[in-house]
């Protein structure tokens, strides 16, 4: 299994630019959801979906769009860049979220972006 | 307003010694998370705390759950260099309707930087 997986590493847009970062896992967990990290603070939640077709908003929405069209894939869409985007991103997969041992959820390698 | 506190939030200790990192939250909750995170690296779960009393342990890391209190605690017992690293605690609040009305998903506490020297 190759997990949690996302793409592009790093990126540097500019203001008002549009782009798109990738999320994938193959474990077949129902549970997705998007994080962002900002220096000397914890995660907060942008987006999460429940499964294909159910996505809802977290904490920091705004600014972000989100759609679940596969179990798979959970790609997170920066509409129009602006500079308090510069974070570092993180996509999340776990099994479900009745709550046992089994819905850990896993992390994604994370994505560096920069907005000039 | 839902709050995750940790503290402390840096912390500088040397090898061989024991310390407690601290996890308070603000509203009722029995599922608690304690991840890992190197520098310019993801997060690493560590112990899911699922109920009250709940203990695990691994190695030198100890973590304790006491939903009463809403506290948790990361305890390391004679600390080795290879645990320098941030630690973050996350309450899992399902279908919780506060300010972030309704969302299901983790929230954080702002993470301890641990840093231990030889």
């Known amino acids: 299994n190759a997990g949690v997986t996302q793409t592009p590493k790093f990126q540097v847009l500019k203001t008002g630019q549009s782009m798109t970062l990738q999320c994938a896992q193959d474990m077949n967990h129902e549970y997705m959801s998007w994080y962002r990290q900002d220096p000397g603070m914890g995660l907060r939640l942008i987006h999460y979906?429940?499964?294909?077709?159910?996505?809802d908003q977290g904490e920091v929405p705004n600014g972000y769009n989100v759609s679940r069209s596969t179990t798979e894939d959970f790609p997170l869409r920066l509409l129009s860049a602006a500079p308090s985007q510069t974070s570092v991103y993180f996509c999340?997969?776990?099994?479900?979220?009745?709550?046992?041992?089994?819905?850990?959820?896993?992390f994604g390698p994370g994505t560096r972006l920069t907005v000039l | 307003e839902l709050k995750v506190e940790q503290n402390p939030l840096f912390l500088s200790m040397q090898e061989g010694k024991n310390y407690t990192i601290y996890c308070n939250y603000s509203?009722?909750?029995?599922?608690l998370y304690w991840y890992r995170q190197d520098p310019g690296k993801s997060l690493e779960s560590l112990f899911v705390l699922l109920s009250n009393g709940a203990v695990k342990q691994e190695g030198r890391l100890m973590a304790s759950l006491d939903t009463k209190a809403r506290l948790s605690t990361l305890h390391i017992t004679a600390a080795v260099h290879d645990l320098s690293a941030t630690y973050f605690c996350?309450?899992?609040?399902?279908?919780?309707?506060?300010?972030?009305?309704?969302?299901?998903?983790?929230?954080f506490g702002k993470g301890t930087h641990l840093i231990i020297q030889p």
């Open positions: 509203t009722t909750s029995d599922r």
């Open positions: 996350a309450v899992d609040i399902e279908g919780w309707t506060g300010t972030r009305g309704g969302a299901d998903g983790l929230t």
């Open positions: 999340a997969s776990s099994y479900s979220r009745a709550g046992g041992p089994a819905d850990t959820q896993y």
């Open positions: 979906s429940v499964g294909a077709g159910i996505t």
